[in-house]
């Protein structure tokens, strides 16, 4: 049963920041035993990747960044922990949603020493669906410093997207060439943009909106980063079939979903309101 949010942790001032900058960091949400859950889930994630993991990261970095999807039903920490944590009670407040609704978890590790940047890019071009009101978590075990935290552009959720490429080849593999605007070059203009991002320890909690700009670099030696990010989604959110493979792909999804449809389907369970 989910642990209900403590109060005030949430409050009117906090989703406004949410809702004006598109991310935000919620410290100290997660208690010990939720982030050892977790923590623990990883781990064994990490012992025995899944067919759909990939290593992000090129031959010849010292560290290694490999990425996992959609293991929640496989991995019973970390159902559990999506389960009993409050975090779709965050993200009802946040969003405003009567129902939510998780759409994927995706495992992110950077070993120690790993140079391997994250471009900047937003998530939801990669993705499957429609709609304004999600949230994604991202959520360290590990403490993590601000030079290796995720960063964002602040206000860049509310558009337009733009073209997701192919982090190492920066091939459009999703939409065609040329029908959505190029990413800017934040990097090179970075005191042009207000850029956000924290120093976390194990317990704090980064929320953002799958449209918001971000980016992120390697670590540290002697310094790993295991992180779980969980997407989950609100109540205007629809499928939105894709001529492509999407990240994370849904294979068949398309035969018993149709276009427009809310995401009312056993591989998206509600979340919130929880069971029980």
């Known amino acids: ?37 977790l923590r623990t889930g990883i781990d064994a994630n990490l012992a025995a990747p899944s067919p759909r993991a990939k290593i992000a990261s090129r031959p010849g970095d010292p560290g290694l960044f490999i990425e996992d999807f959609c293991c929640w039903s496989e991995n019973p920490h970390y159902e559990r922990f999506i389960r009993e944590a409050p975090l779709a009670e965050v993200a009802a407040r946040l969003t405003g949603s009567r129902v ?36 994604s978590f991202w959520i360290p075990v590990d403490p993590v410093s601000r030079a290796s935290t995720l960063e964002f552009v602040a206000g860049s959720h509310r558009g337009p997207w733009l073209m997701p490429r192919s982090f190492m080849s920066n091939e459009a593999k999703w939409f065609p060439e040329g029908s959505l605007a ?6 090179a203009e970075r005191s042009k943009h207000r850029i956000l991002g924290w120093d976390v320890e194990p317990g704090d ?26 997407r989950v989604t609100g109540d205007d959110v ?9 990240s994370p792909a849904f294979p068949g999804l398309e035969d018993e ?20």
């Open 238 to 246: 629809t499928h939105a079939p894709r001529h492509w493979v999407t």
């Open 100 to 135: 939510i609704r998780l759409y994927h978890d995706h495992m992110l590790t950077k070993e120690a020493g790993t140079v391997q940047r994250t471009p900047w890019h937003q998530d939801q071009p990669y993705y499957n669906i429609d709609g304004v009101q999600n949230v």
């Open 205 to 230: 909690v980064v929320a953002f909106h799958m449209l918001a700009l971000h980016a992120s670099a390697g670590v540290e030696p002697g310094r790993r980063r295991r992180v779980f990010s969980l």
């Open 257 to 276: 979903l149709p276009a427009g449809a809310p995401l009312e389907h056993r591989l998206f369970p509600v979340l919130w309101p929880a069971a029980g």
């Open 1 to 37: 049963m989910a642990r209900r949010l403590q109060d005030g942790l949430v409050d009117d001032a906090v989703v406004e920041t949410y809702r004006a900058d598109g991310a935000i960091c919620l410290k100290g949400l997660l208690t010990p035993g939720e982030v050892a859950t």
């Open 182 to 187: 190029d990413l800017p070059d934040v990097e």
